[in-house]
């Protein structure tokens, strides 16, 4: 079964630091998004991404995050300076478009850990 | 406003009983879809079960069905015959909105609700 996955599956750094998350999703999907958990609180939606162009992004999602689809199959988080509060578990997800269920399926998390 | 509401932070049952979460959602879109989602203690986001807004009848998956209110906006997961394997945390979540008319497919969770089958 086709499935979305990301690396590393846990990243620590120090504050200040650049990350880059990484994420290959379903390769016939056509809507790629990234939401983020802190640690044992709700899900919460950061950026969607389609048409190699950024559709909707959250007030979380400030300028020190970006996005990119470098190659049509990895899509890239990047932080560019962390902060302690950066720290949280980071999903990727995917969505085909069509009729039907249409449910994102998600990876399986990278879990951040700014020190 | 809380676009979805989970009001249990955590529930128990007893194995082999049936267990109700419970979700409110509020979204004046007409077009929504309804999704619920287990997180267990390993962390991932596993699919369980779609209702969208103008299904005539509550979607079924196996041992998960959802009891759809639409007037209620309510959209309650039961699990059927709880197993140990099903403890973990479950989240309600809601996509508003038809695909492709300005729609991102963003999802919007709820808070969760942790749920342990006790033996």
């Known amino acids: 079964e086709p499935e979305v996955t990301q690396t590393p599956s846990h990243q620590v750094t120090q504050m200040g630091q650049e990350v880059i998350l990484r994420c290959v999703p379903i390769?016939?999907?056509?809507?790629f998004y990234w939401y983020r958990q802190i640690l044992g609180q709700k899900v919460e939606f950061l950026v969607s991404?389609?048409?190699?162009?950024?559709?909707?992004k959250s007030e979380i999602f400030d300028d020190q995050f970006s996005v990119e689809r470098p190659d049509g199959s990895n899509f890239t988080l990047k932080i560019r300076s962390t902060k302690l509060e950066d720290s949280a578990m980071y999903f990727c997800?995917?969505?085909?478009?069509?009729?039907?269920?249409?449910?994102?399926?998600f990876g399986q998390g990278t879990r951040l850990t700014v020190v | 406003a809380q676009k979805i509401t989970q009001t249990q932070p955590g529930m128990f049952v007893q194995e082999k009983e049936a267990v109700t979460l419970d979700c409110t959602y509020d979204t004046s879109d007409p077009s929504y879809g309804l999704f619920w989602y287990k997180q267990p203690s390993s962390g991932e986001m596993i699919f369980l079960i779609y209702q969208g807004s103008y299904d005539q009848q509550n979607a079924t998956e196996g041992r998960y069905s959802l009891n759809f209110q639409k007037a209620r906006k309510s959209a309650n997961l039961v699990i059927s015959a709880s197993q140990l394997g099903d403890s973990a945390m479950y989240f309600c979540?809601?996509?508003?909105?038809?695909w492709g008319s300005g729609n991102t497919g963003k999802l919007i969770f709820g808070q969760g609700t942790t749920l342990q089958v006790k033996p």
């Open positions: 997800a995917s969505s085909a478009r069509g009729t039907g269920v249409v449910e994102a399926f």
């Open positions: 979540a809601m996509r508003e909105g038809r």
């Open positions: 390769s016939n999907h056509l809507y």
């Open positions: 991404f389609y048409n190699n162009e950024i559709s909707e």
